[in-house]
């Protein structure tokens, strides 16, 4: 035990410092390729790069917790941060803001002033908790997990086809959503920082302090009620940081591929902790590895930018495949 | 903020052009100043200048070639991925398409202007880095004619403005004298994409085939880009096919389309790329694109008689 603290401490100090190396070169990777004369673009840096690299940064971390914690409540490895129906929700959201600009069918959408005044970002935001909320609701709670789940792809199927009725009847809301589909660090500012920021700070420490449960689960469910806890009052309460920590970071940067699954992985590749600190550590992890994508897809071929999701998906998927490849995946999370 | 309401298509396209365009030139003589000036876009914002820009990004296709046929091509800094029209544009910066802008590029060109569609993102982020955004997105010709209006504005250029349209409007009316008198009245379908998306008679397309004298297939009600059933299309039996070269070509071979009697008689328009884009941007080309739909119908085998 004594080994896999000290373990996390180092692999925490480590991850942490890729964290800051990589704000560093996220500062450097402008537009015209690296650059380092910081005092003449100062202006430049403290406008865009710096929100930008931050933003990917607390991004990459809410989605790290958040695949940690999919993972450690469906005691599934493959599980992933859009489960439950928030992609599918969130890309509701954002699609029903940009068909609310222009006519369907000839006929305005019904709201679509407030659907407007609302934002891409807050529609984002709402459309993923509101999915969250319609699969806990078709689940009847959290109980279930199975159900739990099932009604989670039920979800993403339906809002996904109404989603893509509204954009046949609106071809403009076709051009938001890829790029929503996608993900995108570029539109990153202050703005977004803070939302994510605020959003990490409160979610992370609550996730950590229920991590109990989480370990009480590995155990079995029936373990776990033993123990004498209130499992489904605990799981819906779980769902809700998950729920809570992918919709801001959607909302900012889209539905950015595999980070939120792989973050946590490769935690547990590296060490053997509890819930707990594997929560810090995703989120630390994550962090490092979307803005170390955000830093590629901006120079690799400058001044181009590659969309930073297809990015992640590449890499992702690969580091995935041969993580699959190394060792049958095991059931022990 | 009504006025960004309004711009609703009408069927009686002609009328509210006419009002559209007294209303452009009042202004445009109406104004002679060199003090600060403001003008409201399509987000019904008010956007002002102490001057006419003179750094200008512009991120849709349409806007680009306003600019230019304004006279004020020399202004533009940089443009989104897909403005190819006039050449000159093609050796500026691309700053991505409508919604992947790269946001730190677009930033160091310091532009004092940034030209838009109002659908997008993109305008939030540009903003909030204090930049000027004017949010222009033209869907009918009465939206063409007044992006044309108040960029002229923007550019302290309403002269050109003015001088534009009038261009627009003598060449529209010169296509419609060539249109040949068998084709008056003949009812047209309009491919947008192989989906089948259609232009109907709301959009600026459908206007511009109604100013031809040409009915069109797909009535306003259906929307201005509506996705058919391909079945509508051979029930309705237009007497004329318009579509993108590629696409027409392999129309016949579509489930019962054989039985459309345009395309058996060969009473397809099929434009190359160039030509079709010059139909599908709602910008100061329009006068040209009445020309190649008027060239088209001139080429076409003779119409047989009355034939419903």
């Keep these: ?333 | 903020m009504p006025a960004a309401r309004v711009r609703r298509r009408r069927p009686a396209a002609l009328v509210a052009l006419s009002l559209t365009l007294a209303l452009v030139s009042a202004a445009g003589a109406a104004r002679a100043r060199a003090a600060p000036y403001s003008i409201t876009d399509d987000r019904g914002v008010r956007v002002s200048f102490e001057r006419a820009p003179e750094r200008i990004v512009t991120l849709l296709p349409s806007l680009t070639e306003t600019v230019c046929a304004l006279g004020a091509c020399a202004t533009l800094v940089g443009t989104d991925r897909f403005s190819d029209w006039p050449e000159s544009v093609s050796e500026l910066p691309k700053l991505g398409g409508f919604e992947d802008v790269q946001v730190e590029r677009l930033y160091a060109l310091e532009p004092d202007a940034v030209l838009v569609a109002t659908s997008t993102r993109v305008i939030d982020r540009l903003e909030s880095l204090g930049l000027t955004v004017v949010a222009l997105e033209p869907r009918s010709l009465a939206d063409a004619r007044r992006a044309v209006g108040v960029l002229g504005e923007v550019l302290e250029r309403s002269g050109e403005a003015t001088a534009l349209l009038d261009r627009i409007d003598a060449r529209v009316r010169a296509a419609a004298e060539r249109v040949p008198p068998a084709w008056r009245g003949a009812r047209v379908y309009f491919e947008v994409s192989e989906s089948p998306h259609a232009a109907g008679e709301s959009s600026f397309i459908g206007e511009l085939l109604g100013l031809l004298g040409l009915d069109n297939v797909v009535p306003a009600s259906l929307g201005p880009f509506p996705k058919l059933n391909p079945e509508f299309v051979v029930r309705s039996d237009p007497d004329l096919i318009l579509a993108a070269r590629r696409n027409a070509e392999r129309m016949e071979a579509r489930p019962g389309w054989d039985e459309i009697g345009a395309l058996s008689r060969g009473h397809v328009c099929g434009f190359e790329e160039r030509a079709h884009d010059v139909l599908v941007r709602p910008g100061p080309r329009l006068g040209e694109a009445a020309e190649v739909l008027a060239d088209c119908l001139a080429s076409l085998p003779p119409r047989g008689g009355a034939e419903r």
């Excluded at chain 1, 190396?21 to 996220?26: P, S, T």
């Excluded at chain 1, 599980?79 to 000839?106: E, H, K, M, N, Q």
């Excluded at chain 1, 041969?322 to 059931?331: Q, S």
């Design chain 1, 1 to 333: 035990m004594k080994t896999a603290v000290g373990g996390a401490a180092w692999l925490s100090g480590w991850l942490a410092l890729a964290g800051l190396v990589l704000l560093g070169c996220g500062l450097a990777a402008g537009s015209e390729g690296w650059s380092f004369a910081w005092g003449r673009e100062s202006g430049l840096i403290g406008a865009i790069r710096a929100p930008r690299s931050l933003g990917a940064w607390c991004a990459g971390a809410l989605l790290g917790v958040s695949g940690a914690l999919a993972q450690g409540l469906f005691r599934n490895p493959l599980a992933d941060p859009y489960l439950l129906g928030s992609a599918a929700g969130a890309g509701l959201g954002v699609v029903l803001v940009i068909a609310s600009g222009t006519a369907v069918a000839g006929s305005s959408l019904a709201g679509a002033d407030w659907l407007g005044q609302l934002g891409l970002t807050g529609a984002a935001f709402l459309g993923a908790l509101g999915g969250v909320s319609l699969t806990l609701l078709l689940a009847g709670g959290a109980a279930r997990p199975l159900v739990l789940l099932l009604g989670g792809v039920v979800v993403g199927v339906l809002l996904g086809a109404v989603a893509d009725l509204l954009m046949l009847l609106s071809p403009e809301a076709l051009r938001g959503k890829q790029i929503f589909l996608l993900g995108t660090t570029g539109l990153l500012g202050w703005e977004s920082v803070l939302v994510l920021g605020v959003v990490l700070g409160v979610t992370l420490p609550l996730a950590v302090r229920f991590a109990l449960v989480l370990d009480a689960l590995v155990l079995g469910e029936a373990s776990a009620s033993s123990l004498g806890l209130d499992l489904p009052k605990l799981r819906l309460m779980l769902v809700s940081l998950m729920a809570l920590c992918t919709g801001a970071a959607v909302a900012q940067a889209g539905l950015i591929a595999f980070v939120g699954l792989v973050a946590p992985h490769l935690v547990r590749r590296l060490v053997t902790v509890t819930h707990g600190p594997l929560l810090a550590l995703s989120a630390l992890s994550g962090g490092a590895l979307l803005l170390a994508a955000d830093v590629i897809a901006r120079s690799v071929i400058a001044p181009q930018e590659l969309p930073v999701g297809v990015l992640t998906a590449v890499v992702g998927g690969c580091y995935l495949m041969l993580l699959l490849r190394r060792r049958a995946v095991d059931a022990r999370v």
